[in-house]
């Protein structure tokens, strides 16, 4: 079409026989489109996101200073619920439960992934096929692995003992203790997104160019040496992003220990809290004691703590050159 | 290049043997009748009671379990198909079009990227009762059908599979800039909006807190009726296990027919910060 375009006017004095009468119309409505299309495609969003991401989010902290149940809005009480958090036991151990499985989950994921990615940024055969089983327990539904791991790590009847009674370890109550069950919770957690790590790292490193290895290996660097003096530098911006989503993920732990509580202490992370997380503790606040000014006040809690460790990561990965 | 030992195969073997161990033994139990439990060693080959656990899961009282699986279904797909058409439309603009106020508008989507979605979770919730949503299909759908993390990819994919010169000459055939979008960008977009759709289709079939919050038991999501489930019944072993298994299936299928698409989108750095 541009084509013909240019070559109308090569026969002079006729002017083209297009719609001229509507052309100032048209310019009108072309320059209406370029103009307002771009907010007209990023109006969605923001609507939807205005009413139900930003204004519960400013709301929770106006409800974090009511004292406010299932009956409605009580009186304003300033700082109290966060007065009443800091001093209470509970919230101090969830806080310390999530850190706790948080560094469980993350550390040796984040490592297995590395790993596994420098073992798959080889050449290989069926490299997709490996690859979709290094994914595949993310698309396990996560209800799913809450079930599994639970008779895994049954006391009685689970895999977890029976392997362990093989070296002659005694069954492990697993979830009666912080460390038992922090350890098969974290499990779940490592189970299911190593993979996933593991290919973010693989995508960053395949553009690392090969001259780097092939000098390393003249020099005589071996592979673990290369791992860390080469790749892990090279891919520093993915590692980042890695340790900042699990670090978030990790602070909102909910499904895994939820499912592998069962019963009727699911909600309170067992009968001793032993691995109640913040989420779960902002829950049983909000939805099963009807508070939801306490509940509001973890929820920023959570919200702070996830700021503060994303700060923390994000200087430390940097500093780390 | 070096050589590629048979080391790294069986290492390679062994991790994804390792993945699918779990999926594998939810089979298991999932075929099999409940006498099976504490047995050790723990049988390792399917049984013939699949169908029989299955037809008792969708029996299964208080579990709803059925209607959960709608709901499921419902809810995925609905707000799946919104978020990809959204997002790409979105970060269309932002990658290709100029307008006023475009870095302040793209810093506010960055931004929300790091808001966990707990921390509204309460007022959400009030937000629903006055609407009339509580224990409504809907409440689990709305408020997700954006996504920021959505317009971030998609923004970051148009940037580099959408040749300038395309959207030009579209907009000199006198396209406007919906037709540009939806003839031109879409089908290039494709690969990016695979893996948004598949992660965005798993971040809804998987949400577990948002339901239990919302939803009663008699109308559930399917990860809400497999607590159900779970607590109820935290004895019979392979009833659980069967409705475990059936609520991973459409995962597995999504995960089956894309899943060389979804490589490939991670591995063209989508994903990548």
């Known amino acids: ?321 | 290049m070096r050589r590629t030992s048979p080391l790294v195969y069986l290492t390679l073997i062994a991790a994804i043997a390792l993945s699918a161990f779990p999926l594998y033994w939810l089979f298991v139990v999932a075929s099999r009748s409940n006498d099976i439990v504490g047995d050790w060693p723990p049988p390792l080959i399917p049984g013939s009671h699949l169908l029989d656990n299955v037809s008792r899961l969708f029996d299964a009282e208080d579990a709803h379990f059925l209607k959960g699986m709608l709901n499921s279904a419902i809810a995925s797909l609905a707000v799946t198909v919104s978020v990809v058409f959204f997002s790409s439309l979105a970060g269309f603009a932002f990658a290709k079009l100029r307008f006023r106020g475009k870095n302040f508008l793209l810093m506010i989507i960055l931004g929300t990227m790091m808001i966990p979605v707990q921390m509204g979770i309460i007022p959400l919730y009030m937000i629903m009762v006055n609407f009339g949503w509580e224990n409504r299909l809907q409440a689990v759908i709305v408020p997700f059908l954006v996504s920021a993390f959505g317009v971030f990819l998609m923004r970051q994919y148009a940037e580099r599979a959408v040749p300038d010169e395309l959207i030009e000459a579209a907009r000199v055939d006198g396209c406007h800039t919906f037709r540009i979008f939806w003839t031109v960008v879409m089908p290039a977009l494709r690969p990016g909006a695979a893996v948004l759709g598949l992660f965005t289709f798993m971040g809804t079939w998987n949400e577990f807190l948002w339901p239990l919050a919302v939803l009663e038991a008699d109308n559930p999501t399917v990860q809400f009726s497999l607590n159900q489930l779970s607590t109820s019944y935290y004895t019979d072993y392979t009833l659980m296990f069967s409705g475990a298994l059936v609520a991973t299936v459409p995962l597995l299928l999504v995960f089956l027919v894309s899943g060389k698409q979804i490589i490939g989108g991670i591995m063209e750095g989508a994903v990548k910060s």
């Open chain 1, 1 to 321: 079409m541009p084509t013909h375009l240019r070559q109308r006017p090569v026969a002079p004095a006729a002017p083209a026989p297009g719609p001229s009468p509507d052309a100032p119309r048209a310019r009108l409505l072309s320059r209406l489109d370029t103009k307002g299309s771009p907010y007209l495609f990023l109006a969605p969003f923001y609507v939807v996101f205005a009413v139900f991401g930003l204004f519960p989010l400013g709301y929770t902290a106006w409800v974090s200073l009511h004292s406010w149940s299932m009956s409605g809005k009580g009186s304003f009480i300033g700082f109290d619920n966060y007065t009443e958090l800091f001093a209470d036991p509970d919230f101090w151990n969830a806080l310390f439960n999530t850190l706790g499985m948080l560094a469980l989950a993350t550390v040796p994921q984040l490592f297995i992934a590395l790993v596994l990615a420098g073992l798959l940024n080889q050449k290989l055969r069926a490299t997709t096929l490996l690859r979709m089983g290094v994914l595949l327990p993310i698309v396990t539904s996560v209800a799913a692995v809450g079930i599994v791991f639970s008779q895994i790590f049954d006391r009685d009847a689970g895999m977890a003992n029976g392997l362990l009674g093989l070296v002659g370890v005694h069954p492990i109550d697993w979830r009666a203790d912080k460390w038992s069950s922090w350890l098969a919770i974290s499990t779940m957690v490592n189970w299911r997104w190593t993979g996933y790590n593991a290919l973010i790292y693989l995508a960053a490193m395949q553009s690392i160019p090969r001259e780097l290895y092939e000098a390393a290996d003249i020099d005589g660097a071996g592979r673990m040496r290369q791992l860390w003096s080469i790749t892990v530098p090279m891919i520093r911006p993915a590692v980042i992003f890695t340790v900042i989503s699990s670090t978030i993920a990790g602070m909102q732990l909910f499904t895994e220990p939820l499912i592998f509580g069962q019963g009727n202490y699911a909600i309170s992370g067992g009968t001793l809290h032993q691995f109640q997380t913040l989420s779960m503790y902002m829950f049983e606040k909000a939805f099963r004691d009807f508070d939801y000014g306490y509940g509001s006040a973890v929820a920023w809690m959570i919200f702070l703590v996830i700021m503060l460790l994303t700060l923390i990561n994000f200087l430390v990965v940097r500093r780390a050159k």
